[in-house]
Each structure stands twice: as structure tokens, then as C-alpha cells.
């Protein structure tokens, strides 16, 4: 029986061409039944307050540098959205006069204009919010060298490669977007041999960091929650962390503040990955092959499904 087609952008795949099943089965779900949906590989945790939501991202940061040593160098993948642990992160480093010279980052994502990346002194540049949110904000002292950066490029051969260069990943941490994407894993558009289905899963996680088409919905999350809602400011296209290198950290982490992805793309993919449903039209989903993934809410953020007209 032929998928249905989209409701957002017919000419594209995405949560909205799942069974009703599904969807009606994520949709009710309470915030009392979602820690529920813990099993081994996959951890729920809800947060009382933003401040405990932020203090234990940053957290994430810390404790993966403080593993890092000039002969076992370690570190961690970190989002754009949410922003609001990257000033923690500083201020811990500097109070506790923590050395992470040896550390590493790895950026997840960044916009693609005119076939290059965006320059750090573009408005909605990931790297300009890095350095400016964190890494300029730690003691120089302390902090890691350039070298030790690594924010994907337009030509990614070097980004890719910093993968395999015998630094050891940590944890990968992210948002959830709109369109149910960590980084920019967007699904894809709804053409070629993927016209009436979507690309199975093992496809999908051979793609490397690459450059990608944004799906619609992506735009549009991105000029709400970036670009005061101005829709033409933002790229059509991004170089996105691939599911190669995802696997290739020890834990995926994403962090739900009710900010980025609203409360039934939250229950959805938390319904999906707890049942080992897997899906390319909800590009999540296939973290529940990972070996390591937690889900963190902020209580506050979670929500309601039930309608409310405004």
C-alpha cells in the first residue's frame, strides 16, 4: 500500500507520512508514562528546572573533557540549538581551573551559502555561536588550541577525517528540530527511488558529514527560533555530522527544552526509538539502533497534545 504524502511539503518525506497508528499512539502519551519508555540503550530523564536542564548539559561537556589526556585525547559533539549551556561551560572551566588543553570539539553542523560554508562573521554562523557563547570565554591558559576544533567545512574531507584521527568521542549531544532531525539529518525529498518509499534505514546510515538540502520545515523552525521569523535570512542548504560519524560516538545525548521541537515531536520520537521503530521519514528514529542514547526533557517544555485553539 503506497505511503501517504506528506501534509508539510508533499514533495518531500517526513513524520506526517507515518501510519495514523503511530502518530496517535506517540500523541498520547503523558508525561508520567514517557520515563517509562527507558530500556537498556535508551534512557529517559526529565529535569524540574531549566537551570538543572542547562547545568547538566554543560555538565556533559566537562565531564568528557576531563577525560581527555595528551596520550587518550577525548571530547564532544555539540549542538547550536540549545545554545544555553555553552556559557555554563566557560564559567565551570574557568572557576575549576580545568585544563583541557588535550579536549576536542566537534561542531555538528553549519549553513552552506553560495556552494561554501557561512564565515564565523555571518549572523547565523554555528561556529561565530561557539566561539563567542564558549570557547572565547575560557581562560586562554586553559583552553584547547585551534587544531582541536572542528567545524564542518563545505569540503569535508578534513572534518570526516578528524573522526578517525584517534580521538575518541564522548558524546555526541543535540536538539530535536521541527522535522525530527539531529543536526541537519534531515529526511529526504520524495523523488528517484525513493518516490513511493523513503530510504530504508541501513541506506541512510552509511551517509557521511555532507552537504544537504534543508526540508522546508527546517526553514521555517530555523527562521522561528534563530532569525526573529524572517524565513529568506536563512540558508536552503547546510553541511550536517553524518549517521557515520554519530555511530562513532560513545553516546548520543539530546536535549528536549520545548524551545526547538513542540510536544508531539517530542512524544514522537521517544515513542519511536523505546519500540525500536525505525523510520527514515523520521530521521531520529534510527537512534534506537545506537547502543547509548539518552533523551533529557525540561518538565516545563513537555506540553500538551490535546487541542487548544488560540
Avoid at 502519551?29 to 526529565?46: H, N
Avoid at 585544563?99 to 547565523?124: I, Y
Wanted: with cysteine; hydrophobic share 35%.
Amino acid at each position: 500500500m503506497p505511503r501517504k504524502v506528506s501534509s508539510i511539503a508533499p514533495d518531500w518525506w517526513d513524520y506526517t507520512t507515518l501510519d495514523d497508528d503511530i502518530i496517535q499512539a506517540a500523541a498520547r502519551l503523558t508525561p508520567e508514562k514517557m520515563p517509562k519508555l527507558s530500556r537498556p540503550g535508551f534512557k529517559v530523564v526529565f529535569y524540574d528546572t531549566l537551570e538543572e536542564f542547562y547545568l547538566a548539559e554543560a555538565l556533559e561537556y566537562i565531564n568528557a573533557w576531563k577525560q581527555s589526556t595528551a596520550d587518550n585525547p577525548a571530547g564532544i559533539c555539540g549542538p547550536i540549538g540549545p545554545t544555553e549551556q555553552l556559557p555554563l561551560v566557560a564559567q565551570v572551566v574557568n572557576e575549576l581551573n580545568l585544563n583541557v588543553r588535550s579536549a576536542h570539539f566537534w561542531g555538528m553542523d553549519e549553513w552552506l551559502l553560495d556552494g561554501r560554508e557561512v564565515p564565523a562573521s555571518h549572523p547565523l554562523s554555528f561556529e561565530k555561536a561557539d566561539r563567542e557563547l564558549c570557547f572565547t570565554r575560557i581562560r586562554k591558559e586553559l583552553r584547547m588550541p585551534d587544531a582541536n576544533l572542528h567545524f564542518p567545512k563545505a569540503d569535508t574531507s578534513a572534518y570526516r577525517e578528524s573522526w578517525d584521527a584517534g580521538v575518541r568521542c564522548v558524546v555526541m549531544q543535540g536538539g530535536q528540530g521541527d522535522v525530527k532531525h539531529w543536526a541537519f539529518n534531515d529526511p529526504p525529498p520524495r523523488k528517484g527511488k525513493f518516490k513511493d518509499q523513503p530510504p530504508p534505514p541501513a541506506e541512510y546510515r552509511r551517509l557521511t558529514t555532507r552537504v544537504v538540502d534543508l526540508h522546508p520545515l527546517t526553514i521555517a523552525q530555523n527562521a522561528r527560533t534563530s532569525g526573529g521569523g524572517n524565513i529568506a535570512l536563512v540558508p536552503t542548504k547546510a553541511i550536517s555530522v553524518g549517521p557515520v560519524e554519530t555511530w562513532k560516538a560513545e553516546k548520543v545525548s539530546i536535549w528536549h527544552a520545548g524551545k526547538h521541537d513542540n510536544p508531539f515531536g517530542q512524544r514522537l520520537t521517544t515513542f519511536m526509538i523505546s519500540q525500536r521503530f525505525v523510520d527514515t521519514s523520521v530521521p531520529m528514529s534510527l537512534l534506537a539502533d545506537h547502543p547509548n542514547v539518552q533523551f533529557n526533557f525540561y518538565r516545563g517544555g513537555i506540553g500538551t497534545c490535546e487541542v487548544e485553539m488560540h
